[in-house]
């Protein structure tokens, strides 16, 4: 059985902790919110059975916890990651992993140096659809990808941390990472940001990002689009020689459609399960992975974390 400790009582863990619901070899052991209260509340609604901690650190440092959920805003990430890891704790940590790729290669050096699990939280990194959808490319069902076009969009400018530059919010850093996975994902490691740009508020934030990804030699170009202030369908067409795939929110997949180079519909495979299923399965996947002694999961290594991460860096920091 996995004891799971739930660090940050936010919306995100309200999510988990409800997908969790029916695993019996999954418990949430621990909760802690800096405000008692809160964390005594998130508890009663979800995880009755958990203890409630009021202090980071003394979740962190409990004895009967196998691995902690680390859901705290962006820019808390590294520092309940290091603190986590100095206890000798396994950790999942939510997308973005970290705020820079420095943080990322910190956080692995600890964890490797103790002998623990790291995993970033990229649960669509986990969906059976995904790796169906990376099954088809590896048979060669498309061909060699040339183009991937993909996009994401909720109307969300009223979440006050998404609007707060010290909370690390803006579109592209809530909702860009699941764009950009999903290119590291089709186009590998050998890729490179060639165009950005973003409109932004007074504060910096911003409210919508267009960005250009391709492989190093030019065979394959991606471009990805994210926003926070409307509903966008989501979707995704991943472009080969020999035929295409459609891929229905890419945030949490729905479906995927593979078309050959006629246009023609020939095959489709649909999600399973509660709509958030995802969470469960990420965590299941986390608990094979530690039971096995590793410390990466095979779904989500580091080093596609560490890419993610530049990645994050360059397009953040584009004028």
């Not at 902790?17 to 802690?32: F, S, T």
Request: charged residues 25%.
């Amino acid at each position: 059985m996995l004891r799971i400790g739930m660090l940050g009582c936010g919306k995100m863990a309200a999510k988990m902790a409800d997908a969790l619901k029916g695993h019996d070899d999954i418990v949430i052991a621990g909760v802690a919110s800096r405000e008692r209260s809160k964390a005594k509340a998130f508890a009663a609604a979800h995880c009755p059975d958990a203890k409630v901690f009021t202090n980071y650190a003394k979740l962190a440092a409990a004895d009967d916890i196998d691995l902690i959920y680390i859901a705290t805003p962006n820019t808390y990430h590294y520092e309940h990651a290091i603190m986590c890891i100095k206890e000798y704790k396994n950790i999942l940590v939510e997308k973005p992993f970290m705020m820079s790729r420095a943080e990322a290669d910190s956080v692995f050096f600890e964890a490797k140096n103790r002998n623990l699990f790291v995993a970033e939280a990229m649960w669509t990194s986990f969906m059976p659809l995904h790796a169906q959808m990376m099954e088809w490319i590896k048979e060669g069902r498309i061909g060699q990808i040339k183009y991937v076009s993909a996009n994401l969009g909720y109307d969300i400018t009223d979440v006050p941390r998404l609007n707060d530059p010290v909370l690390g919010g803006g579109a592209y850093l809530d909702l860009g990472c699941y764009t950009t996975n999903l290119a590291v994902s089709l186009m590998g490691d050998d890729i490179k940001v060639s165009r950005v740009f973003a409109r932004k508020y007074s504060t910096g934030i911003d409210k919508d990002t267009t960005y250009c990804l391709e492989t190093d030699d030019g065979g394959t170009l991606a471009v990805l689009y994210v926003t926070m202030t409307t509903n966008t369908d989501k979707s995704a067409e991943i472009i080969g020689e020999t035929g295409r795939i459609h891929v229905n929110d890419i945030n949490n997949y729905r479906s995927i459609e593979l078309y050959d180079e006629t246009g023609d519909l020939v095959e489709t495979a649909e999600a399973e399960g509660p709509l958030y299923e995802g969470y469960a399965i990420e965590v299941l996947a986390c608990a094979d992975a530690i039971s096995k002694g590793l410390v990466q999961a095979p779904e989500m290594p580091w080093s596609k974390s560490a890419k993610i991460a530049s990645i994050n860096d360059i397009i953040r920091s584009w004028n």
